[in-house]
């Protein structure tokens, strides 16, 4: 069993930074695909960025390229995801998840394509 925790959330002003963490237990990241997906009120969850196995393949929504970084550190076993130059419709709940046997070349971006999820950090981007 892999279990996720998602930590560094909070209130952040437009223009400004925050860096997500997800991590790992149970089981090690640097072997296995992550992804980052955020859900706003009232909608879907939405794939934010992936990385896959072996750190050869990164994918970010077209809303965030640019942006957003997702950063792998296996000493720590934790996956970051680093948010730059933040607005208010990134305004979500963030989740990272993982799949312990997906193999493809490129990462996954569908919710459907993990089997393991974190509980959620709540991001507010406001002044």
């Known amino acids: 069993q892999v279990q996720l925790v998602e930590s560094g959330g909070g209130l952040v002003q437009p223009g400004g930074s925050l860096t997500l963490s997800c991590a790992a237990s149970g089981y090690m990241l640097d072997r296995i695909v992550v992804g980052w997906f955020r859900q706003a009120p009232g909608k879907e969850r939405v794939g934010v960025s992936c990385?896959?196995?072996?750190?050869?393949?990164?994918y970010y929504a077209d809303a965030v390229k640019g942006r957003f970084t997702i950063i792998r550190d296996n000493a720590k076993n934790t996956v970051y995801l680093q948010m730059n130059s933040l607005k208010p419709e990134d305004t979500a709940i963030y989740y990272c998840?993982?799949?312990?046997?997906?193999?493809?070349?490129?990462?996954?971006?569908?919710?459907?394509?993990?089997?393991?999820w974190g509980q959620g950090t709540r991001v507010t981007v406001s002044s």
């Open positions: 998840a993982t799949d312990l046997y997906w193999s493809a070349a490129t990462c996954p971006k569908k919710v459907a394509e993990y089997e393991y």
């Open positions: 990385i896959n196995r072996y750190d050869d393949n990164t």
